[in-house]
């Protein structure tokens, strides 16, 4: 990709990079824009778009560190953090930590509004509008990152117009709290969500089409945040169903046989692999890269897993089968997580203990993060520092899945929101004989839930990903109680499931937003999960009770 960020980046960045650089900053004089130029070629939008994906690479890592600090997952080495990321973990974070700094999303931002304002979408060749996909991704990038600060300072400055001098100022009544943005964004990017996605073919050995952000998922996100069940189920649908994207088995961590002497591991390239969209960086070991690696995964790692997400993954009931026809063996683990072999020795996917031919002064009996480590480019027998993290999972076919299941369950469709995690949507979940959905369901299906077609017999539980494809034939633990609040319970399960296959990946915070939104009591939900983390849980729970408490200060 080093050819199309590098090049292509500096014949639309050249004036666009700085003209924003101080963009809050009224008695800035460095406005550089040139108001003249139009986009009126489809070269010229192809090139804004890969610009503004370059600009998106600044704040990866941000938005990836916000999105878990914040939740309940991973925490910070007091010893070896920097004071901005203790900050963050203990969500007493100022508008100035390095980790937030408005002004670099605003300058994407602004870069999208002047795309937006230049571009000629009436250009047709046949009956196309040529440059209209790139349009619409421009909007969608530009949503997307409104959204990404709505979720780490709570308001944001809205304007839609290009800031192209220093006479161009933000509309006094443009500062807006999280529930209007949703609302507008809503209202901004529902007109061009069937726009034709953008593929490019491959670039650089990479798809082009995982490069850009699907209108439909943040269009799904919105709707769900405002506990627009069904709207939300059928944005989420529409993508799975255009884009034939599935939750396969190929990405699960199996053990081979019950002595669990060797481990089927499936699982533990999925971030790398199994990705709808992704930001990708640069192969150049000198441009811009994540640090995730370095900051998870080295001698004095600043970020760990929190020992309670680690503890609760471990003791999870594994469903083991050697036939493929009954659970065959019980163990204990969760395999996405780390998972302990016979021998004792753990074999790190998601979290694990460092490897110590790679990390020679790390502390062997510390829990580390490793899910990047685990994604690294190259081989294992390169030096570390040789091996860099080329991508960050943006969105993942059971980050889809998971969302989609939250909204039916909120739709009324409860079972058939736990059978997306205990046995895969596909024709056999109509099985009224097994019963894995209730029938009652089935006989009120909306067009939104309709997994009959041969494209989704690849789907299995994501549960199954981690506790054993004998899951589907359990029958007393992995249940839905007689007695439970079936919607409650469901969404609970969701919870714990995003957790378990999408932990570090950066959607935790927003997770426990979104779910909590649903909720009379919220935010108390993510509060109380978030304190379970921290020494002072009960203090920082009171604290957390308080829903402005989460933003940058």
Same mark, same amino acid.
């Given at each position: 990709?080093? +050819?199309i960020i590098?090049?292509?980046c500096g ?8 003209a ?7 008695e %800035?004089?460095?406005?550089a824009?040139?108001?003249? @130029? ?7 939008s192809i090139?804004?778009v890969i610009?503004?994906?370059?600009q998106?690479q600044?704040?990866?890592?941000r938005i990836?560190?916000?999105g878990?600090l914040?939740?309940?997952?991973m ?10 990321l ?8 100022? /508008?100035d930590?390095s980790?937030?700094?408005a !002004?670099?999303?605003y ?13 000629? =979408?009436?250009i047709?060749?046949?009956?196309n +509008?040529v440059m209209?996909?790139?349009?619409a991704?421009?909007?969608?990038l530009?949503a ?7 979720l780490?300072f709570?308001r944001?400055?809205?304007?839609t117009?290009?800031?192209?001098s220093?006479? %161009?100022?933000?509309p006094a009544?443009a500062?807006?709290g999280i529930?209007? $943005?949703?609302q507008?964004?809503?209202a901004?990017?529902s007109p061009?969500a069937?726009?034709r996605? $953008?593929d490019y ?6 798809t ?11 269009l799904?996100?919105?709707y769900?945040y405002?506990?627009?069940y ?10 799975i ?8 088995r190929?990405?699960?961590?199996t053990w081979e ?9 499936g ?9 709808v ?6 192969s150049?070991?000198?441009?811009t @890269?994540?640090?995730?690696?370095k900051?998870?995964y %080295?001698? #004095? ?5 929190a020992?309670?997400?680690t503890?609760?993954?471990?003791s999870?009931?594994h ?6 026809q009954?659970?065959s063996r019980y163990?204990n ?5 780390a998972?302990e072999?016979?021998?004792g /020795?753990?074999a790190?996917?998601?979290?694990g203990h460092a490897?110590?031919?790679q ?5 062997p009996?510390?829990m580390v993060i490793t ?6 480019s190259?081989t294992?027998? &390169?030096a ?10 943006m969105v !993942?076919?059971? =980050?889809?899945? $998971?969302?989609y299941a939250?909204?039916?369950n909120?739709?009324?469709y ?12 596909? +024709?056999?979940?109509?099985d =009224?004989?097994?019963?894995?959905v209730?029938?009652?369901?089935v006989? !009120? ?11 989704y017999d ?6 199954a990903?981690?506790?054993?494809l004998?899951?589907?034939?359990? !029958?007393?633990?992995?249940?839905i ?11 609970k399960?969701i919870?714990?499931e995003m957790?378990?296959?999408?932990c570090?990946?950066?959607?935790r915070?927003f &997770?426990?937003?979104?779910i909590? @939104?649903h909720? @009379?009591d ?6 109380e #999960?978030v304190?379970? +983390?921290?020494?002072n ?13 989460w933003f940058?200060r």
């Amino acid at each position: 990709m080093k +050819k199309i960020i590098n090049v292509i980046c500096g014949i639309f960045l050249i004036c666009c990079a700085t003209a924003c650089e101080d963009i809050m900053d009224t008695e %800035s004089g460095r406005i550089a824009y040139d108001d003249q @130029h139009e986009l009126n070629n489809p070269n010229d939008s192809i090139y804004s778009v890969i610009g503004v994906l370059a600009q998106l690479q600044q704040v990866a890592d941000r938005i990836l560190i916000m999105g878990e600090l914040r939740g309940d997952l991973m925490t910070v080495d007091r010893e070896y953090a920097s004071t901005d990321l203790k900050e963050i973990n203990d969500i007493s974070f100022a /508008a100035d930590n390095s980790y937030a700094i408005a !002004r670099d999303f605003y300058s994407i931002i602004n870069n999208c509004n002047y795309i937006i304002a230049r571009m000629d =979408t009436s250009i047709t060749e046949g009956q196309n +509008k040529v440059m209209m996909p790139e349009y619409a991704q421009v909007k969608t990038l530009r949503a997307y990152t409104y959204w990404q600060m709505a979720l780490i300072f709570g308001r944001v400055n809205y304007f839609t117009m290009p800031l192209t001098s220093i006479g %161009s100022m933000v509309p006094a009544d443009a500062n807006i709290g999280i529930d209007e $943005l949703s609302q507008k964004l809503i209202a901004d990017i529902s007109p061009i969500a069937d726009a034709r996605p $953008l593929d490019y073919g491959t670039i650089d050995n990479w798809t082009s089409t995982e490069l850009f952000y699907p209108t439909k998922m943040l269009l799904g996100d919105l709707y769900l945040y405002n506990n627009m069940y069904d709207k939300a189920a059928e944005a989420y649908y529409s993508l799975i169903a255009s884009r034939n994207i599935v939750v396969s088995r190929t990405y699960a961590n199996t053990w081979e046989s019950a002595t669990r002497q060797n481990l089927q591991t499936g699982n533990m390239q999925a971030y790398k692999n199994d990705v709808v969209t992704r930001q990708i960086f640069n192969s150049d070991l000198r441009a811009t @890269h994540s640090q995730m690696r370095k900051l998870t995964y %080295s001698d #004095k790692p600043s970020l760990l897993p929190a020992a309670q997400f680690t503890e609760w993954m471990m003791s999870r009931t594994h469903f083991h089968t050697d036939n493929g026809q009954a659970i065959s063996r019980y163990f204990n683990g969760d395999l996405r997580g780390a998972a302990e072999m016979a021998s004792g /020795a753990l074999a790190a996917d998601a979290f694990g203990h460092a490897d110590l031919a790679q990390l020679p002064a790390a502390n062997p009996q510390e829990m580390v993060i490793t899910k990047f480590y685990n994604n690294l480019s190259g081989t294992v027998t &390169d030096a570390l520092e040789q091996r860099p993290l080329l991508s960050l999972a943006m969105v !993942r076919p059971s =980050t889809i899945y $998971l969302r989609y299941a939250e909204a039916i369950n909120r739709a009324g469709y409860p079972t058939t929101a736990f059978a997306v995690l205990k046995y895969g949507l596909n +024709k056999n979940m109509y099985d =009224t004989i097994q019963h894995r959905v209730d029938s009652n369901e089935v006989k !009120r299906y909306p067009a939104y839930i309709n997994f009959q077609a041969a494209q989704y017999d690849q789907n299995i539980g994501t549960a199954a990903r981690g506790l054993g494809l004998g899951i589907v034939w359990d !029958r007393e633990q992995y249940v839905i109680p007689a007695d439970a609040d079936t919607t409650d319970f469901v969404e609970k399960a969701i919870l714990n499931e995003m957790a378990a296959e999408t932990c570090f990946e950066g959607n935790r915070f927003f &997770d426990l937003l979104r779910i909590s @939104h649903h909720r @009379h009591d919220h935010p108390a939900l993510m509060a109380e #999960k978030v304190a379970a +983390k921290h020494a002072n849980s009960e203090a920082m729970k009171q604290r957390l009770l308080d829903i402005s408490a989460w933003f940058a200060r």
